[in-house]
């Protein structure tokens, strides 16, 4: 009876302790916060030990700039960060303004990309080592519990070398930092978005990219898996956002763009015949509606009954 009693009150302490052990657990990580000026876009990528780490990490605003808030991570400091921006203060303002009224600015780590390219990163003296970041124009990489200082130095050095998409390059960032040894605790969850005036969906929001892994065992490579679809995704969508308001010569390069990422898509190539067709290339367009109908042969009722195809029914 004796041993049951300790037992129980053992675990009624423990219960009891539990709240602050979840509130005290450290979102251990490695980020990129960074901008495309060409390409109007800003970005954040992130990966760590650590469940979901995209629900808490990364926030972006195309108007604004963007924020990864890690380590004993703040929430408050994503949105409030966007807001600062906003009124016109500096990433290095801003760092100091969201500290002053932290209760823990000592565990905290974040960095801040503003839509002029200006950055900031900041890690608290008493963030669990490895932990640091570096930043410069376009770009701040910073993260915690981290195999050492060479994680932020390959993530850095990929991101400025790298070419292609702001998507790209962040992905690289990751992957050259998972590559120098990553969180030191290992692999669980990795997120990437991408934010541009009008890139989300009928070109209503700034979202163009958002993607998460929230628990894998590779989640380097679900991730990349991941992003390849989106790239094709935000394409294909920038393309039909412009066919919608009939700007046809506009639409055409970023469809073109999407049907080179998913070659064997059918309803890819079906969009690609009514927007060449649209922009003058008629036979362009029944190139792309044949190929549609080979992969998809449901795809030819569709397309008889398509007002979009009515140029090549006449």
């Known amino acids: 009876m004796k041993r049951y009693r300790i037992l129980v009150l053992s675990i009624l302490t ?15 990580t490695f980020s990129i916060v960074a901008r495309d000026g ?29 924020v990864a808030t890690q380590s004993f991570a703040n929430t408050s400091f994503g949105p409030r960060g966007l807001d600062l921006l906003d009124t016109g203060a500096t990433p290095e303002q801003i760092v100091k303004i969201l500290l002053q009224t932290d209760d823990r600015p000592d565990r905290r780590q974040f960095g801040i990309v503003s839509a002029d390219g200006f950055s900031a990163t900041y ?3 008493n963030c669990l080592t490895w932990a640091g ?28 070398e790298t070419k292609g998409t702001l998507a790209d390059r962040m992905y690289a960032a990751l992957a050259a930092g998972d590559a120098a040894g990553g969180d030191a605790r290992g692999r669980q969850s990795a997120a990437l978005i991408v934010v ?6 009928g070109g209503y929001n700034d979202r163009a990219i958002d993607i998460r892994v929230d628990d894998h065992k590779e989640p380097f490579k679900e991730l990349g898996r991941l992003l390849n679809y989106a790239q094709m995704n935000a394409a ?26 998913a070659p064997d898509n059918a309803e890819v190539l079906y969009d690609l015949a009514v927007i060449r067709l649209a922009a003058g290339d008629r036979e362009g367009a029944i190139k792309a509606l044949e190929k549609a109908i080979t992969f998809n042969p449901k795809l030819k009722q569709a397309a008889e009954g398509d007002d979009d195809f009515r140029a090549l029914r006449e």
């Open 14 to 28: 423990f219960s009891l302790f539990l709240p602050l052990f979840a509130q005290e657990q450290p979102v251990a």
């Open 38 to 66: 060409e390409a109007g876009e800003l970005g954040v990528a992130v990966a760590s030990k650590f469940f979901s780490v995209g629900s808490v990490v990364p926030w972006a605003r195309a108007s604004s700039g963007a």
């Open 123 to 125: 890690t608290g003296e």
């Open 133 to 160: 970041g570096r930043n410069g124009k376009d770009y701040a990489v910073q993260g915690n519990i981290l195999t050492g200082e060479a994680v932020v130095l390959a993530m850095e050095k990929a991101f400025l």
């Open 196 to 201: 541009r005036e009008g890139g989300g969906y």
């Open 236 to 261: 294909w969508n920038r393309a039909w956002t412009h066919f919608t308001k009939k700007e046809h010569q506009r639409a055409l390069p970023h469809m073109e763009r999407t049907a080179k990422i």
